[in-house]
């Protein structure tokens, strides 16, 4: 472990300069939709000295060398890591936000610019979605979308720009980003779908779900219709607690990375390609899966709930992931292909991690978790009380990793977060559970700023685009906040995302300068 921390270094200090020179010949990151800006460019390496073909069963990309200027010969990408030049960046070929925050590190927020007043395009659809779910034997009505429900962006190759989304009426949309009208039919499933859906980001037309129905699937884009290609159920594995899929698809170089609700965590290799007549194809591979629980984890939980419901991030060569009786575990990917996975990472937070970790470039790991006090026993308790709700891990110090951690608690209540923080100029924003909009040092943990006045149970997670921090509250508004000073935000403009003042649970898609944002009150819209 140790070890790492010379090349972390080197990388860190390359990631710096590489930001500089990046600037210089992409332009800024906050592009409006350029496409030059996209790693599948920076990643065209004449100087690369691995030989074309050797580069294993993730390399995609067959095109010819898009560009001879030796500065970009810098931020090549070896397969399957993610180095951190790639914090803060956009993803992969396909242009768009193609997963749950944008990138394996979930750092990436979208395209500007924001404009100064934006106000209501469209509603979709004409009725609200809504349907009945039944979930641990209580049956209800679920209207909209909630957490964590951010679009994905798919600019296709034919110039539109798509927003696709799964939804509590069963189905995953496919709306037209400019218009709001449906654009494709609708892919039903047979429960209602919370979490966000991915594209795939090497360009072939797949899309990747999960359900309450208790299925995991790919779905072909290049048919007449939505098509599924496979499908994982809940119930291959002899799991533990619940069934759902929750949790965003993580996507790396054909390897596909999801905790389930069963309490497992499984990594497929895809094998994606193109059948004879050209229409696409997956033959997924398992390589790796692990109970997220032991019984060591067990012993000290009130329940068995050990569901993973966050999404999987990925720094240089590891995945990360935590399950809802707050186990944080880090795996060391590098010989996935052939199975292997050993914990690097093993850190037990006392409290539920449903919020996706991030990495910054430094490699150190944030949990966001929830301080649920109906739900905890004494162990537990007592290990939030310690631990915090919002802390920084140091991988490379796998004994005692944490660097700090944030009180957030409300005594008695449940408080802490469900939000999955922004991460901007050395600082993190996000939603507290209690109703505000914090500010966070990454250095010291201190906050620095505070809006109190975002409403209860905010779990939207922040998102920063150029200069704009925009948060969606439960006082049921989409906010701008103008970041000239990153510590100190400026509120500049604020709207009312549907007509009832909704609690807004759901994370806003940002593409292009326009705000995509899914309610509970039962419709998705967008606002210029
Ligand atoms: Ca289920
Ligand atoms: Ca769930
Ligand atoms: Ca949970
Ligand atoms: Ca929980």
């Known amino acids: 472990m140790r070890s790492r921390t010379g090349p972390a270094v080197l990388i860190v200090a390359f990631g710096v300069m590489l930001g500089f020179v990046a600037f210089l010949v992409v332009g800024p990151r906050e592009s409006t939709g350029d496409t030059t800006a996209t790693p599948s460019t920076l990643t065209e390496n004449p100087d690369d000295t691995t030989p074309p073909g050797s ?120 709306v037209h980003a400019e218009t709001g009208q449906d654009i494709r039919p609708r892919f039903v499933t047979g429960d209602i779908i919370k979490g966000s859906v991915t594209v795939d980001p090497d360009g072939y037309p797949l899309l990747y779900s999960g359900s309450r129905d208790n299925k995991l699937r790919i779905i072909a884009l290049d048919r007449s219709e939505p098509t599924e290609l496979w499908s994982l159920d809940a119930y291959a594995v002899d799991g533990i607690w619940n069934d759902d899929w929750d949790a965003n ?32 194809t997956v033959d997924p591979e398992i390589k790796f899966s692990m109970r997220s629980w032991n019984q060591s984890q067990l012993d000290r939980l009130a329940d068995s709930n050990v569901s993973v419901e966050n999404s999987a991030v990925a720094f240089e060569d590891r995945v990360y992931f935590a399950n809802s009786g707050g186990r944080i575990i880090g795996l060391d990917v590098s010989d996935i292909r052939n199975g292997n996975a050993p914990i690097v990472l093993d850190y ?16 150190f790991v944030y949990a966001s978790i929830e301080y649920e006090p109906s739900q905890m026993g004494p162990t537990e308790q007592a290990r939030q009380d310690e631990v915090g709700q919002l802390i920084k891990l140091d991988p490379n110090n796998p004994d005692n990793p944490r660097v700090w951690g944030l009180d957030l608690r409300v005594q008695g209540s449940d408080s802490g977060l469900w939000a999955t923080p922004a991460l901007h100029e050395g600082y993190l924003y996000t939603n507290t559970h209690q109703g505000s909009l914090i500010v966070v040092d990454t250095q010291t943990g201190d906050i620095v700023w505070s809006d109190n006045s975002i409403g209860w149970h905010s779990w939207s997670s922040p998102s920063v685009v150029g200069q704009t921090l925009v948060s969606a509250t439960c006082t049921g508004e989409l906010r701008g906040y103008d970041l000239a000073d990153p510590a100190d935000p400026q509120r500049i403009w604020s709207v009312d995302v549907g007509n009832a003042k909704a609690c807004v649970e759901a994370t806003p898609a940002i593409w292009n300068g326009t705000i995509y944002i899914g309610s509970r009150d039962g419709y998705m819209r967008a606002f210029r």
């Open 55 to 174: 580069e294993g069963p993730g390399t995609t990309d067959d095109s010819p060398p898009a560009t001879t200027t030796t500065t970009l010969s810098d931020l090549v990408r070896e397969p399957n890591t993610i180095p951190g030049w790639t914090i803060g960046r956009p993803w992969g070929e396909t242009v768009g936000l193609t997963m749950f925050r944008g990138n394996p590190t979930r750092t990436y927020y979208g395209t500007g610019p924001i404009g100064d007043n934006p106000t209501r395009q469209w509603t979709y659809p004409d009725a609200p979605m809504c349907s009945q779910s039944t979930n641990l034997g209580q049956t209800t009505t679920w209207c909209g979308m909630g957490w964590t429900g951010q679009p994905a962006v798919y600019e296709r190759e034919d110039g539109v720009t798509e927003l696709i989304f799964g939804a509590y009426d069963r189905a995953i949309h496919f």
């Open 249 to 280: 698809p993580l996507i790396i170089d054909d390897m596909m990375y999801e905790g389930g609700e069963n309490g497992w965590f499984f990594a497929y290799e895809l094998n994606r390609g193109y059948d004879a007549n050209g229409n696409v």
């Open 348 to 363: 037990w937070a006392g409290g539920d991690v449903d919020a996706s970790l991030i990495v910054d470039e430094d490699g």
